[in-house]
């Protein structure tokens, strides 16, 4: 992992396509990703118009360093076939399907994006009781789709499974572990799900730091006032930093030169300690930049 290879996506903001203001507010927020929403977050009646306006706004780009995704309608629903087509020709950095079930789905929403510039990715939603059971079979479908992110939707798992969305979300324990396992292991984004509750400043920062704790490369928001700490929560610590930096030095200095394990801070690490280091390293240098 290296500087130039790594892009921060901590903070994932989902903004409702129909509003022309939040979507010029968009390209001045602190956000790792713009998250322009043509699903949820627009009435039916407005949904041909609103996909004209997030095509309107990507033509000029102005995003600056943040990704820019676009969550489409589903292909069982009257827009989905539209949505899927406008943002294969608008290019959009990422297009963002709901309610995956299994690789089949994935390959599905791939071939409608088979005229989509190369830099558009696919990202899914993991939202459905049935795709828990196909994790893997879907991160590996990036192996031969345009696959590049995965993001955890608990309202939609929660109303289908009948489980209780409680402070410290105990019921999806499993789902979050799995679905981090089954992305990092293909090399996938891992996107936790949002915090709904827009008053409880404590409650955001507890369930970010879960997101953290349970590997998640960051987490998905519904406000702009959750941008701060929700970077501050993914972000290294100097605590992190400073390991990082020896590790990378011990592993640098010529008389380690071919070793694969070494003592560091009176603790033995190996070269996967000095992957992680090197990502701590890329994510502060592309925060500060």
């Not at 603790?267 to 502060?284: D, F, G, N, T, W």
């Amino acid at each position: 992992m290296t500087e130039a290879s790594f892009r921060p996506r901590r903070s994932v903001l989902f903004l409702p396509a129909s509003n022309p203001r939040a979507l010029e507010k968009a390209r001045t927020l602190a956000c790792d990703v713009v998250a322009i929403d043509l699903e949820d977050a627009v009435a039916p009646d407005l949904k041909a118009q609103a996909r004209d306006a997030v095509v309107a706004a990507i033509a000029p780009g102005g995003f600056g360093r943040r990704e820019l995704v676009v969550r489409v309608n589903g292909l069982d629903t009257p827009w989905g076939e539209a949505d899927l087509k406008a943002m294969a020709q608008a290019g959009p950095d990422a297009v963002l399907v709901p309610k995956i079930t299994d690789a089949g789905d994935v390959t599905r929403y791939d071939s409608r994006l088979s005229q989509a510039p190369d830099h558009t990715r696919l990202w899914v939603m993991i939202e459905t009781a049935r795709s828990l059971f196909h994790l893997d079979g879907i991160a590996a479908a990036s192996r031969n789709t345009r696959l590049a992110g995965m993001m955890v939707g608990p309202n939609d798992l929660a109303r289908e499974t009948g489980a209780v969305l409680s402070g410290a979300r105990e019921p999806f324990w499993a789902a979050l572990s799995l679905t981090v396992a089954a992305a990092h292991a293909y090399g996938v984004v891992a996107i936790d799900g949002v915090f709904n509750s827009l008053e409880d400043a404590d409650g955001l920062a507890r369930e970010c730091a879960q997101a953290r704790a349970f590997g998640f490369d960051g987490k998905s928001l519904i406000h702009p006032n959750q941008i701060a700490p929700c970077n501050a929560a993914f972000a290294p610590s100097a605590e992190e930093l400073a390991w990082a930096a020896e590790v990378i030095a011990a592993f640098a200095s010529p008389e380690n030169d071919g070793r694969g394990a070494l003592r560091v801070q009176g603790k033995m690490v190996e070269r996967l300690h000095l992957i992680q280091a090197e990502r701590l390293i890329a994510a502060a240098r592309a925060d500060e930049a």
